[in-house]
């Protein structure tokens, strides 16, 4: 089925570790909707490119546009299926993998070259499929998806966000340092949100979920209750 305008878009975007990922899942389980984790995309990719021996620079060097010509080609033919939480690359469950912290650090890296976004793009606008879509990640609401429903920009403190990614690492049985994951959190906010192009920031039609103080439940009720606001007053 081809993707269709008319079909609701609900947009969490926000910085590193805020939990959009849980909130916009759940979110999208309650309602019947499909859900896309964008992020993953850009995860898959760096996974992809350092599995084909496509190797990023280090850290403080610019990428060239040869190579980001060849990342981009790695994104637009990712063999990936998603299937409920697991993420499946070439046949292979990526899952756990994909969310360790030096997948982290090169998907923010590669999200970052022109080319790779452009190459991502109809991927992501593909799945707005009826019923509706719940889509998480930096630019859903400025770029992927301007005309969603529901824009939310969902965020917490940086000490509260490191310590939400280090439990989740040390329940998935992964290595993890607070010190480390605090560093890498400000380092992805800065990069995320200083880049050219897409970079993070807060739509003009977005509203503000800080979610330091609230647990995953309550940020997911305050999310339907704005999607059901929105579906009986849509001009405000
Ligand atoms: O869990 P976390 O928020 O750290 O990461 P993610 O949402 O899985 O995204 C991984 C990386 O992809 C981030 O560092 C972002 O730079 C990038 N990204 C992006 O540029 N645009 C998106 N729509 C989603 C993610």
Same mark, same amino acid.
């Given at each position: 089925?081809? =993707?269709?305008?008319?079909?609701?878009?609900? /947009?969490?975007? !926000?910085?590193? &570790?805020?939990?959009?990922? *849980?909130?916009?899942?759940?979110?999208?389980?309650?309602?019947?909707?499909?859900?896309?984790?964008?992020?993953?995309?850009?995860?898959?990719?760096?996974?992809?490119?350092?599995?084909?021996?496509?190797?990023?620079? =280090?850290?403080?060097?610019?990428?060239?546009? /040869?190579?980001? !010509?060849?990342? &981009?080609?790695?994104?637009? *033919?990712?063999d990936v299926r998603f299937d409920g939480a697991a993420i499946w690359l070439a046949g292979e469950d990526v899952s756990l993998v994909l969310r360790d912290e030096q997948t982290s650090r090169e998907a923010s890296r590669v999200a970052a070259l022109a080319p790779v976004r452009a190459a991502l793009l109809q991927r992501q606008r593909d799945f707005r499929r009826a019923p509706g879509l719940v889509t998480d990640g930096r630019d859903m609401a400025t770029v992927v998806f301007p005309d969603a429903v529901l824009k939310i920009f969902l965020t917490a403190s940086a000490d509260e966000r490191a310590r939400r990614r280090y439990k989740q690492l040390i329940e998935n049985g992964l290595a993890a340092s607070m010190e480390d994951l605090l560093r890498d959190i400000h380092a992805r906010d800065q990069r995320d949100a200083s880049r050219a192009l897409a970079p993070l920031v807060q739509d003009h039609r977005a509203s503000l979920l800080d979610t330091t103080c609230l647990t995953a439940d309550a940020a997911v009720e305050e999310v339907l209750r704005r999607y059901r606001a929105q579906a009986t007053s849509p001009c405000e």
């Open positions: 089925m081809a =993707a269709v305008p008319s079909v609701p878009v609900i /947009a969490i975007d !926000g910085p590193s &570790a805020s939990g959009k990922g *849980t909130v916009a899942s759940r979110v999208a389980g309650l309602l019947g909707f499909h859900y896309l984790d964008s992020g993953a995309l850009y995860r898959l990719t760096a996974l992809a490119a350092r599995r084909a021996g496509c190797l990023l620079p =280090a850290d403080d060097i610019a990428v060239e546009d /040869a190579l980001a !010509g060849r990342l &981009a080609q790695i994104a637009a *033919t990712l």
